[in-house]
């Protein structure tokens, strides 16, 4: 059974600051991995997607890696700021005979302080 | 493009009473999931569609629990009869297929009193 952890739960950081969020899964055997960012009382934005194949993804300010071996992933945020408080959560997706599973992590509460 | 579309927003139900959700994916996606989102934790996922066809179902607590998606687009979740445990966010997600990027909603924040 795959488990994703995301670990601190939560982290408060000055504006400006560079930070890594991390996740770990316990399956090397994934599909893809998936980061989301959800605001207070919304849904799920995706921010990236990184194939097995690939090592990492970047969009604007945010950068995700994945080294499947080791059952990790970073979220890399350049200077961050006050509007990037949000949970961000990664998901795992495996794949189960013909059909595939995405599994979550319970998410990391980030508060970027002005 | 449109993305994926839930009704209500929010819904305050006594237990024992049943309530209904509804989403509507991006069009032309195949894939349809429902998950519920317990404060504090990862999304756990209910119930996963392939087109109008059930794929996974093995959380899906069946004895109150049930969904459908007729015509493989639309898609309802019913609890029957509710539970103070079954408080929680809604979510539906769609995508292109099982191994594709999924899309989210914007959730139903169900509370039972």
């Known amino acids: 059974k795959q488990e994703v952890t995301q670990i601190p739960a939560a982290l408060s950081v000055p504006e400006g600051e560079n930070l890594v969020l991390n996740c770990s899964f316990t399956?090397?055997?994934?599909?893809?991995l998936q980061w989301f960012r959800q605001d207070p009382g919304k849904g799920l934005t995706s921010l990236l997607l990184i194939q097995s194949s690939q090592r990492e993804q970047t969009s604007g300010r945010l950068n995700a890696s994945l080294d499947k071996s080791s059952g990790r992933s970073t979220l890399y945020i350049a200077a961050s700021q006050p509007g990037d408080s949000a949970t961000y959560l990664c998901a795992v997706r495996r794949v189960e005979g013909a059909n595939s599973k995405l599994t979550f992590g319970k998410g990391i509460t980030l508060s970027v302080r002005p | 493009e449109a993305g994926v579309a839930q009704s209500p927003r929010y819904k305050i139900i006594e237990k024992r009473q049943s309530v209904a959700f509804w989403c509507n994916p991006i069009?032309?996606?195949?894939?349809l999931y429902w998950y519920q989102q317990i404060l504090g934790q990862g999304p756990k996922l209910l119930i996963q569609f392939q087109n109008n066809g059930v794929v996974d179902d093995s959380q899906l607590p069946k004895d109150r629990f049930s969904a459908e998606r007729l015509k493989g687009v639309d898609s309802t979740l019913k609890i029957q009869p509710a539970k103070l445990e079954d408080s929680a966010v809604y979510l539906c997600a769609s995508s292109l297929s099982w191994m594709a990027e999924a899309f989210f909603g914007q959730g139903t924040r169900l509370t039972v009193v």
């Open positions: 399956d090397s055997a994934i599909y893809n």
């Open positions: 069009s032309g996606h195949a894939t």
